[in-house]
């Protein structure tokens, strides 16, 4: 009975998410005040429906319900509570059920919050959130509900893939979908915009905070993602250019040159087209993003393995948002206004350049990710694109970005900005330049490392000044986005810096160990001290005890698991985290030898300050979210809620 219920109240949020559209376009058009109503109470009772649905299907999960095919395919009796929970987002089905949730729930603070001094955008940003909604409930109702019936009812279940059964991924899917469904709300006040004919400084206005918190979100949900490949998979890295890490890359580029482009649009009218083109570029981003994952077309640890039928599904929803949105904004985007104008060496201009290094650098990506998907569709098989292209193609504009990033902030809206002063303060973000390039040579960095930790150095140096110059700001709101943009400038600082570090990891060391044998590398003696048991409540494991020996003497405790029900083996790496990088070991399978002693594959590698890239994620998501309460604000200080 509850997974009836369950269907009856997705397809409650689908119709009402029809009324949504409806009275919300009437409300826009005629003022009506009852369709008002009627559109926010839908958005409500939408969000309502949605929330209690993924609720029941929490439900089935903790009931180990089987009959239900979702469940069963995703779940075992023998998992733990935890992850029975976090299974319900596991899969394709329930993870699209979230994603409607958070779209629904995009819909109803639109209703709630948002353009309360402009009635008429905010309606029309509404009903066209309620399509939005309509095309994934719609999905979800007809082509991948969570809540289908089995008819041999399974008396265990499969369990979730078990790779996915860590705490990292089970909080990964909703941040991540939190950036991406945020953008909506993005889409839908550009088009809503486009359609009313408002100036570009009104859309900027308002798509601005929608913006900025989804790409904080999105922002945390990456780096979750990026740690958690780091220690679970065993693999010894924190970025490969996966085909789905690059479908959360792209949107996340996107949305931060829509916020850039943003504030100059609202400060000054200039990039009113190009902000509200972002706007429709970064939620169908998303979109794509969701199809790559979902449609089958790619290989990947991360990708829900499904039928191209339901993908065509998603490619749908994608091109009907990139196709309606772009001819929209083709046949409206006159109407946005063209600015003030700006000059060469303004504030707008090198957040112009700005912006056109971030589309390039996506641009990149995007090409890399969907040409071996374009070639094996014309029947070429075997095409693969790896890092050394994205590597080559993005490091360049990347590096060009961090050159840039420390000026803007010291020049002015509009008027020619170069000055004496600037020329001198620059000068000085040499040396910390030459300074953190010399590390970089000293550390065995490669020419185009060495080159991108000078260019840190000086961006570093930049944020501190800026830090410094704006320090007497006046009132909280412009304090807060002050240290907003020092902390996420100075976030991407430390991932470039990490990144650079990581480069110069030595290469994984793989050796067959038995019992009171060692490995040695630079600064490290390690000894297997021995092997037992240390089996999980669902799986079986092997678990080593590895003496490490650098002047101290600690211990390390990688597993080998088994898990039955999934018929599947993995590897628990540990690691011993210090301020000069992490010593990583994991475990692989035992090997008899000819003298009938058993010898375990360890491998072994060092990779240098990591620590720099998590500090940087976290100074990022800082920023975003100090940003954020500086706009806000400053918004109801001027009594505007948005």
């Given at each position: 009975?509850?997974?009836?219920?369950?269907?009856?109240?997705?397809a409650?949020?689908?119709a009402?998410?029809i009324l949504?559209?409806?009275?919300?376009?009437?409300?826009a058009?005629?003022?009506?005040a009852?369709a008002?109503?009627?559109?926010a109470r839908?958005a409500?009772?939408a969000?309502?429906?949605?929330?209690?649905?993924?609720?029941?299907?929490?439900?089935?999960f903790l009931?180990?319900d089987?009959?239900?095919?979702y469940v069963?395919?995703?779940?075992?009796?023998?998992?733990p509570?935890?992850?029975k929970?976090?299974?319900a987002?596991?899969?394709h089905?329930g993870?699209m059920l979230l994603?409607c949730?958070?779209l629904?729930?995009v819909?109803?603070?639109?209703?709630?919050?948002?353009?309360?001094?402009?009635e008429?955008?905010?309606?029309?940003a509404?009903s066209?959130?309620g399509?939005?909604q309509?095309?994934?409930?719609?999905?979800?109702a007809?082509?991948s509900?969570p809540?289908?019936?089995l008819?041999?009812?399974?008396?265990?279940g499969?369990?979730?893939n078990?790779?996915?059964?860590?705490?990292?991924?089970?909080?990964?899917?909703?941040?991540l979908?939190?950036?991406?469904?945020?953008?909506s709300?993005?889409f839908?006040?550009?088009?809503a915009?486009?359609?009313?004919?408002r100036g570009?400084?009104a859309i900027?206005?308002?798509?601005?905070?929608?913006?900025?918190?989804a790409?904080?979100a999105?922002?945390?949900?990456?780096?979750l993602?990026?740690?958690?490949?780091y220690?679970?998979?065993?693999?010894?890295?924190?970025?490969?250019?996966?085909?789905?890490?690059n479908?959360?890359?792209m949107?996340?580029?996107?949305?931060?040159?829509?916020?850039?482009s943003?504030i100059?649009?609202?400060k000054?009218?200039?990039?009113a087209?190009?902000?509200a083109?972002?706007?429709i570029?970064a939620?169908?981003m998303?979109?794509?993003?969701?199809f790559?994952?979902?449609?089958g077309?790619l290989?990947?640890?991360?990708?829900f393995a499904l039928?191209?039928e339901?993908g065509?599904?998603?490619?749908?929803i994608?091109?009907i948002?990139?196709g309606?949105?772009?001819?929209l904004?083709?046949?409206?985007?006159?109407?946005l206004?063209h600015g003030?104008?700006?000059?060469?060496?303004?504030?707008?201009?090198f957040i112009?350049v700005?912006?056109?290094?971030l589309?390039a650098?996506?641009?990149?990506?995007?090409f890399g990710?969907?040409?071996?998907l374009?070639?094996?569709a014309f029947?070429?098989s075997?095409?693969?694109v790896?890092?050394?292209?994205f590597?080559?193609t993005?490091?360049?504009?990347?590096?060009a970005?961090?050159?840039?990033?420390?000026?803007?902030p010291?020049?002015?809206?509009?008027?020619?900005?170069?000055s004496?002063?600037?020329?001198v303060?620059s000068t000085?973000?040499i040396l910390?330049g030459?300074?953190?390039?010399?590390?970089a040579?000293?550390?065995?960095a490669?020419p185009?490392?060495?080159?991108?930790a000078?260019f840190?150095?000086?961006t570093?140096a930049?944020?501190?000044?800026?830090?410094?110059?704006h320090?007497?700001?006046?009132?909280?709101?412009?304090?807060?986005?002050?240290?907003?943009?020092?902390l996420?400038?100075?976030?991407?600082?430390a991932?470039?810096?990490?990144?650079v570090?990581?480069?110069?990891?030595r290469?994984?060391?793989v050796?067959?160990?038995a019992e009171?044998?060692?490995?040695?590398?630079?600064?490290?003696?390690?000894t297997?001290?021995?092997?037992?048991?240390?089996?999980?409540p669902?799986?079986l494991?092997d678990?080593?005890?590895i003496?490490?020996e650098?002047?101290?003497?600690s211990?390390?405790l990688?597993q080998?698991?088994?898990?039955?029900?999934a018929?599947t083996?993995?590897r628990?790496?540990?690691?011993?985290?210090?301020?000069?990088?992490?010593l990583?070991?994991?475990?692989?399978?035992?090997?008899?030898?000819?003298?009938g002693e058993?010898?375990?594959?360890?491998r072994?590698?060092?990779?240098?300050?990591?620590?720099?890239?998590g500090?940087?994620?976290?100074?990022?998501v800082?920023?975003?979210?100090?940003?954020s309460?500086?706009?806000a604000?400053s918004?109801?200080?001027?009594?505007?809620?948005s």
């Amino acid at each position: 009975m509850i997974a009836e219920i369950g269907r009856f109240l997705v397809a409650l949020a689908f119709a009402l998410s029809i009324l949504q559209l409806l009275s919300g376009w009437r409300a826009a058009s005629t003022g009506s005040a009852p369709a008002m109503r009627i559109a926010a109470r839908s958005a409500y009772g939408a969000l309502a429906a949605a929330v209690i649905a993924f609720g029941l299907l929490i439900i089935l999960f903790l009931q180990s319900d089987f009959s239900v095919a979702y469940v069963a395919g995703h779940s075992h009796v023998d998992k733990p509570l935890f992850y029975k929970i976090a299974a319900a987002w596991g899969g394709h089905e329930g993870s699209m059920l979230l994603w409607c949730v958070m779209l629904v729930g995009v819909g109803a603070a639109l209703a709630r919050f948002a353009l309360r001094q402009d009635e008429q955008l905010k309606n029309r940003a509404v009903s066209i959130q309620g399509g939005l909604q309509i095309l994934f409930l719609g999905f979800l109702a007809f082509a991948s509900n969570p809540f289908d019936r089995l008819l041999d009812v399974p008396v265990q279940g499969a369990d979730l893939n078990p790779i996915l059964q860590d705490p990292a991924l089970a909080i990964h899917p909703p941040t991540l979908y939190i950036g991406y469904v945020g953008l909506s709300a993005a889409f839908s006040l550009a088009v809503a915009g486009l359609i009313e004919g408002r100036g570009g400084r009104a859309i900027a206005a308002a798509l601005r905070p929608w913006s900025l918190f989804a790409w904080t979100a999105l922002t945390a949900g990456i780096a979750l993602g990026a740690w958690w490949a780091y220690y679970e998979l065993g693999w010894g890295g924190w970025w490969f250019w996966d085909p789905v890490e690059n479908a959360s890359f792209m949107p996340w580029l996107v949305a931060a040159a829509l916020i850039h482009s943003a504030i100059a649009t609202e400060k000054s009218g200039n990039f009113a087209g190009w902000t509200a083109f972002l706007a429709i570029m970064a939620f169908t981003m998303s979109t794509m993003g969701a199809f790559l994952v979902r449609s089958g077309v790619l290989t990947s640890v991360h990708a829900f393995a499904l039928d191209p039928e339901r993908g065509l599904w998603i490619l749908g929803i994608m091109t009907i948002l990139a196709g309606g949105g772009l001819t929209l904004f083709a046949f409206r985007s006159g109407r946005l206004g063209h600015g003030d104008g700006f000059a060469l060496t303004s504030r707008e201009a090198f957040i112009g350049v700005n912006n056109l290094l971030l589309a390039a650098v996506a641009g990149t990506v995007l090409f890399g990710t969907l040409y071996p998907l374009v070639m094996t569709a014309f029947g070429v098989s075997g095409v693969s694109v790896g890092a050394a292209y994205f590597n080559a193609t993005a490091t360049p504009f990347l590096a060009a970005l961090l050159i840039l990033l420390p000026i803007a902030p010291f020049l002015p809206w509009k008027k020619d900005g170069f000055s004496r002063r600037l020329a001198v303060r620059s000068t000085l973000w040499i040396l910390p330049g030459v300074l953190a390039g010399l590390w970089a040579f000293l550390i065995e960095a490669s020419p185009v490392a060495i080159a991108a930790a000078a260019f840190a150095g000086w961006t570093l140096a930049g944020v501190v000044t800026d830090l410094w110059y704006h320090r007497v700001l006046q009132g909280a709101a412009a304090r807060f986005s002050l240290t907003g943009r020092v902390l996420a400038h100075a976030g991407v600082v430390a991932v470039a810096l990490g990144a650079v570090a990581d480069s110069t990891g030595r290469p994984e060391t793989v050796r067959a160990l038995a019992e009171g044998e060692q490995i040695e590398i630079p600064g490290f003696t390690l000894t297997l001290d021995g092997v037992r048991r240390a089996d999980g409540p669902n799986y079986l494991a092997d678990e080593a005890r590895i003496v490490v020996e650098n002047g101290r003497v600690s211990e390390l405790l990688p597993q080998r698991r088994y898990y039955a029900a999934a018929d599947t083996t993995t590897r628990e790496v540990a690691i011993r985290s210090g301020l000069g990088g992490d010593l990583y070991v994991s475990l692989g399978e035992p090997r008899a030898r000819d003298s009938g002693e058993i010898a375990y594959e360890v491998r072994v590698t060092f990779n240098p300050m990591v620590w720099l890239l998590g500090l940087g994620a976290i100074m990022i998501v800082l920023g975003g979210t100090s940003a954020s309460i500086g706009r806000a604000m400053s918004r109801r200080q001027k009594g505007m809620v948005s």
